[in-house]
């Protein structure tokens, strides 16, 4: 089956894809590995929308060369940060957690995620959705706090 339908998927995949072999190889890849026959072709170009889709919904990274230390007066307010984000992140319920972890940590797509914890990509697209939102709201209300006691947060 690879070899009957590989040519013409592949031709597909690198027209969707902005001839970026590299990728439309991949997608090639997985969608022979996930559909029947008659759904190769419709596979192949919901892949590579999603996967477009996907770059645009996460901001672009940058990595830095050199993190530049922090000024004095903010150093206990980044670990206060840190700490509350951690904090943040451990009271998620474990599938929200989890699905986080793997996209932002460990810089996994979505697609990727899904596959690793056997869930449909709609799944981890809600767990990450709730999750963003639950970090949020429980960001801004310790935020608040800190700014009730008097603690600077370096925030303005």
Request: aromatic fraction near 6%; proline fraction near 5%; charged fraction near 25%.
């Amino acid at each position: 089956m690879y070899a009957e339908h590989t040519p013409a998927l592949l031709r597909l995949a690198t027209t969707l894809t902005a001839g970026d072999r590299g990728r439309a190889e991949d997608l090639v890849q997985e969608t022979i590995r996930r559909s029947p026959r008659a759904w190769l072709a419709t596979t192949t170009r919901h892949l590579a929308i999603d996967a477009h889709r996907a770059r645009r919904a996460r901001p672009y990274e940058v990595e830095l060369d050199h993190r530049p230390p922090p000024i004095t007066s903010q150093r206990a307010d980044a670990s206060i940060d840190e700490t509350g984000v951690r904090a943040a992140i451990a009271a998620l319920p474990w599938h929200q957690r989890r699905v986080l972890i793997e996209v932002y940590y460990r810089d996994r797509s979505v697609a990727e995620t899904a596959r690793l914890l056997q869930i449909p990509a709609g799944t981890a697209k809600s767990r990450i959705f709730y999750g963003l939102r639950a970090l949020r709201r429980t960001l801004t209300t310790q935020d608040a706090v800190a700014s009730g006691k008097g603690i600077v947060t370096g925030k303005t």
